[in-house]
């Protein structure tokens, strides 16, 4: 965007959260952000935890950068972050995003590629990772990309985030930081806590969990077919997803 018209480039009145419990009924329009990439996080989430768990110059890791939110957050804030996804059109998409101009923005390097090989990235190179992969195949990013994990079930979905968790680990220096975004799902009238699978992924290669937070999801529909099956079939809408963050 180097067309300079007004944009508003920071949230106004901003401030970190405190407690586990985060939620952002407005998503946050500024700077180059928008809510066309389906299943995108609200920029106040990367925003959050880039200034809590890296400094200005850092090296940033988001390896599912999809319409490149974590990227314009880090780019405004002042660290440098590598953005990587499997799917071009997503990276076309990034570039877009992270096409202006400011003072004191950090650089942004966009590469196609899969998570669960980075072997682009030296050993202990990022001195954060802050990631939102595929909840499974809930959303499907691509319609038959080789791959994409949001083609895989659950099952087969954590197995492959054993590779991401490793690649994660790998590239992660010591004592630093990577924090995950990961949602559940219902299978059959039953929970699937999917999000707890991902976890004990990431703590069986050797991570520490430093924080568990709850962040409230307020796209979810609880009204007309969903509250109906609700009541009818007797269970309750996901409205929450969880936001891990575990030091290496
Ligand atoms: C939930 S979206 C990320 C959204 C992003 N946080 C945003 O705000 O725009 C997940 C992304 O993971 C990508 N993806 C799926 N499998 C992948 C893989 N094996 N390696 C890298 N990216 C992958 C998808 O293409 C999709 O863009």
Redesign the pocket.
Same mark, same amino acid.
């Given at each position: 965007m180097s067309r300079n018209k007004k944009i508003k480039w920071e949230p106004d009145n901003f401030e970190l959260q405190m407690t586990t419990v985060w939620s952002f009924p407005e998503r946050g329009d500024w700077a180059t952000h928008n809510s066309k #990439?389906r %299943? $995108?996080?609200s920029p106040y989430i990367p925003r959050n935890l880039l200034l809590r768990y890296s400094q200005e110059g850092d090296l940033v890791l988001?390896?599912?950068?999809? %319409? %490149? =939110? =974590?990227l314009i957050e880090a780019k405004l804030l002042n660290r440098n972050i590598i953005g990587?996804?499997? $799917?071009s059109d997503?990276l076309d998409l990034c570039k877009k995003a992270v096409d202006f101009t400011r003072e004191n923005c950090g650089e942004v390097y966009i590469k196609q590629?899969?998570?669960?090989n980075l072997s682009f990235i030296d050993n202990e190179q990022i001195d954060f990772i802050c =990631?939102?992969?595929? #909840?499974a195949n809930i959303?499907q990013?691509?319609e038959d990309l080789e791959?994409?994990?949001?083609h895989l079930k659950v099952p087969a979905f954590l197995e492959?985030m054993k590779k991401v968790a490793a690649e994660s680990y790998r590239v992660l220096k010591k004592d630093k930081f990577c924090a995950i975004l990961m949602g559940d799902t219902r299978q059959k009238g039953h929970m699937i806590p999917m999000s707890f699978e991902v976890m004990k992924i990431f703590q069986e290669q050797g991570f520490k969990l430093k924080e568990l937070i709850i962040k409230e999801q307020h796209n979810c529909k609880a009204t007309g077919y969903w509250k109906t099956n609700s009541v009818k079939y007797n269970f309750l809408l996901i409205a929450h997803e969880y936001l891990f963050v575990f030091r290496k």
């Open positions: #990439y %299943g $995108n996080w988001d390896q599912f950068a999809g %319409g %490149g =939110t =974590t990587v996804d499997i $799917n997503s590629g899969d998570a669960r =990631t939102h992969p595929p #909840y959303i990013y691509s791959g994409d994990l949001s492959e």
